[in-house]
């Protein structure tokens, strides 16, 4: 069975380095990069797709909340037309970005808080479809949405047409209802690689999911990715990248 | 002859309206949207592009500096590596918007602070013509540089087989040399509509212009578009859009 | 009785106007001035305490999300202690301001979405009034709460020993259960200046409340604010300064 | 003779770290924190005030212009008066947060491009030396101006009656002409421990300099720190604190 791995990237703000894309990127099949508003920014982006496209990753648009300071992590309460605007801002953004370097722009995962939100707020789910359902049809070109299973975004993206990818997390704790932990919590991130490696191939045998994200901002970050990536081709699962995969 | 009416519009920014558009947009045939960085908004750009796309004008870029306080007018030392990946990002970002609204943007046109300083910064002229070049390529479409004649801007536009529109301003006062005379000297600005008009009228027969602008940001801003349109098409002058004026 | 008149200033940003408050300070007894989170930034600081110190009202903060873009009017999930260092920073800054000017810091009162958080969440109403009591030790002087009666935000300042003043708005719509009625309802805003001065004299004749609020951001805000002075001083009410009523 | 030893701290933004406080703060006499434009934010800024009250250290000002994506090292064309009152409205919320947890602001030193600019700029370092000086006589205590010898701004401070203290940069090279040599020629940063403690030494010896700049933002700096302040002593000179040294 064929599974997608994918990080958030990019995430770097001016003087202010985060994550080891360097490392990161070659060891995903695809990655999400951020767009400017939570993080990121115009050169950012740019060296970071440069990057995607040298280790010939998928690439994708990770939106977020318009605060730099919380890291798209707080909750803003926009409105869905603003929330519309403001995605199709950013993934245009980005996909200018990409077509510049040559890349394509393949997929769409909302960032933090923004993801959290449309888990379950049908009005901002499809406002966020809308805007990629609309950039895409004037590309003339699929644009994949990215999601937690049984969402209220994989919902939208089915009934605007959009292809679809369930994500699963590698390295973040489950609570019994599906959730994930929440970040506050002890346990939250699984940085153990054994650990995050076991609960990637049990979410791909799930069939449940169509990419599994691996987290870059922690200390260990690139010996998770590894060892997600080696226990999921030593279960008989293909790692590649979700926008060669059918998916949707 | 012809010759093009532009205005810098979409403006406001979030709770804060500037300028007059629904009134002005009509009296153009091309405008320049504000990107985000030094005023606008996403949802400002989506409703600033459907008032072009219902009035039939031309719309372009107007790419500024990362400085909403000071609206894009003080000069930032941004490299020319900043500079060409923030002009990317924000024509790419309204080039998005206008194909989700099924406009087509045809030019770009620096702004403030940006614009002055690409009349003799040869390398910043050039940052800013790589990242529209680079965007015209990817989207197979020309995309217009407007600016000051005799520009490094300009210039530069050439050097990258560029189409470039020559700009004079119809409400603004020249000093001897050619200048602009500045915003902080007195009679800077021509609000007077007969005074404007016949400045028009003047630039136009001139034959060294490709474009006119108007600014809207002054009480009687419509009423000088009016006037220095209708006296264009008293003098025998065709006021018609830039990107259907076979300019460059 | 007295009742002390408020007025949220100092709205504008870079070069951005709001409100009319040269004409609207002198028909206050107190205003609030935006500390350059949500709106106003340094230089309109010193200008708005500078027109109220030459009317002789009082002057208080007025702290808001950091969120220009939705001027601070969209809730945003900041933790307790981001809000009272945010608050703490945004007084600070105002009383910096209004000390070099010689003016006196007299009161805080939290804008949009804060205001209405404050109103039920304990923890975030806490937050805030520790802040503001930790400068008013520090700087030696009271800083009275205002709030809206009956809320958290009144409580924590009890519990901390903050002098309180109970806000009510002249100019919205109240629903039966005593909360302002949303502004995206129709009939939120009273802008007819007669219904206000009526709503004002039955809200002060309540006794409920230590000061009234008046919106300068309506068209007719003066003559609002005129009708609203008026029909008080008829009804035989003292519109006098908070900081001079011995409120608390 | 005594000499200060400061270095620039609370530079982290939001979620992006910068230097090693912890460790580097112990080992100045002064810092400088910066207060929420360039870098900081307020909630970095009260642990930075807390982790120098630790120490024991002197707490001074840190102004920048207001681009965090440039880190405020980017040139920026404010006026005078948008200068005087940005620095304003920075000492002023520092100068909060520093009462509020019980130190005391004693230094104000500009950053990144406003330093480099008030070296030659009478205009803007009088701006600057107004905004401090207002603050200082609104508080009723001395903030003294930290800056390079023989520049625009210690004339200023000079002028109106404020404290002054010149400073050297023991880790970064000098050019012949008394200037610092770019950051972006090789050799501008001098990161061995050695050579940086020699010319700390030097510059001591000379007598010019009240205080010397050690930075934290390279991976040895604590190395560089402690050598600087080990070489001082050897060399018979007393490390102490700036606000205690009676510089002025």
Redesign the interface.
């Known amino acids: 069975v064929r599974i997608d791995l994918n990080a958030d990237v990019g995430e770097?703000?001016?003087?202010?380095?985060?994550g080891q894309d360097g490392l990161l990127i070659p060891l995903m099949t695809s990655v999400n990069v951020a767009c400017?508003f939570h993080?990121g920014?115009?050169?950012t982006?740019?060296r970071t797709v440069e990057h995607a496209l040298a280790a010939g990753v998928g690439v994708g648009a990770h939106p977020g909340y318009?605060?730099?300071?919380?890291?798209g992590?707080?909750?803003?309460?926009?409105s869905p037309?603003?929330l519309e605007?403001?995605v199709?801002?950013?993934?245009?953004?980005?996909?200018?970005?990409c077509?510049?370097l040559g890349a394509t722009l393949g997929h769409v995962k909302p960032h933090g808080?923004l993801y959290d939100r449309v888990r379950d707020d049908r009005e901002a789910a499809e406002a966020l479809c809308r805007?990629v359902r609309?950039?895409a049809?004037?590309?003339g070109r699929p644009l994949t949405i990215v999601g937690p299973p049984g969402s209220a975004l994989l919902a939208a993206a089915e009934v605007l047409s959009l292809p679809a990818a369930a994500e699963g997390f590698a390295d973040r704790a489950y609570e019994p209802d599906g959730r994930l932990r929440s970040r506050r919590l002890p346990g939250a991130v699984l940085d153990d690689p054994t650990t995050a490696a076991a609960q990637a191939v049990s979410l791909a045998d799930s069939g449940r999911f169509a990419t599994l994200c691996v987290h870059g901002d922690t200390p260990g970050a690139t010996d998770v990715a590894r060892a997600v990536r080696e226990a999921l081709s030593a279960a008989g699962h293909e790692v590649a990248r979700l926008d060669r995969a059918g998916v949707g």
Chains 1, 2, 3, 4 share one sequence.
Do not use: I, K, N, T
Request: glycine content about 8%; cysteine-free; proline content about 8%.
């Open positions: 770097s703000f001016g003087p202010w380095p985060m400017g993080a920014d115009p050169l982006m740019e318009p605060d730099r300071e919380g890291f992590r707080r909750a803003l309460a926009m037309a603003e605007a403001a199709l801002y950013q993934v245009a953004a980005l996909d200018g970005v077509a510049a808080a805007a609309r950039l049809e004037a590309v």
